[in-house]
Every structure is written in C-alpha cells, then in structure tokens.
C-alpha cells in the first residue's frame, strides 16, 4: 500500500511496511494500561504473514460467511419489526433465493430496512426478492459468459435448430 505523493515532493513516498504496521500495533498494546481494540479484514487470509497472526497480536478470528436460512430468519425478524414476515408467501422465496446465490448479511439487512413510512414486511422482501434475483441472474449471465469463452477457445460453435 502506498500513500499519495504529497504536494511539492516528487518522488516522496510513504511506504506502510509490515515491520512498522506489527511496531505501530505492539506500540497500540504497550501505551497504556486498557485494551484496544483493532479489526483487521481480509479477503485472503492465507496471504497474511505469520508475524501478524501470533497469539497477542490476532486472538480472535471471525468468518464474515454468507447469509444462510438462520440469519436470514433472525434479519427479517430484527428488521422488520416483528411483523409476520415469516407467513408472508415472499418469505419462502427469499429463502430459497439465498441458498443459491451468496449475498452478505449486511445486504440482506439493507434491504430489508425500511425506506419509507409505507413500508412493510412485503415491500421489504419484495425488494430482496428482487435484488436476490438480479444478482441470480448477474451469475448466470458470468458462466454462460465464462463457458462462451472457454467453447471459443476449444473451438466449439454452438447453433441452435435453425442452424443460427
């Protein structure tokens, strides 16, 4: 990572080192007697050195998964007030939409937040209902996409009946 040059120095840059990323975290520690609080996020945490993952520095680890049934479940529930969102004929089709296609619980929350008075539990779902589908329908489009590529790369022309 690096930082913008700064205004009036050409080739002055600031560099982030792990070296001085670990001194700036142990030095987080050992200033004063309470506790800190740090979160790191990754996409990748394979990638990360082991310097940065020792016991004392990274204690707790948390997956940030998907939203599967169950916390779609307790989300409608927090977000929507109480309200039957459960017996409404949407509930089951957002459910089934989330088995299929990966969306954050974040997202799912966001839809599901009301956006104005007349909102209620079937507008809300009716909005994630839809979002679930567009990006459904965005995966599908990237692996008919990706299988388009990879039959003209093996040289296969695919016609329909019509010879099209």
Known sequence: FRFPRRP???DARS?????GLLNFIDGLWSACGEERLIV???NHPEKLD???LRTGRM???IEMSYCDAESFKFLARMHLDG???EGHELFGVARALLEEVNMVPVDVGEHLTRKSVGDDAGSCLARLVAALQKAKDEEAAKLE???AEEDGKKGIVVQDKDGN
Not at 15 to 19: A, D, E, G, N, W
């Open 50 to 52: 082991p310097a940065l």
């Open 83 to 85: 309200e039957d969102a």
């Open 8 to 10: 009036g120095k050409k």
């Open 15 to 19: 560099k982030v080192t792990l070296s």
């Open 145 to 147: 996409a990706a299988r």
């Open 59 to 61: 204690d707790k680890r």
């Open 40 to 42: 790191f996020t990754t």
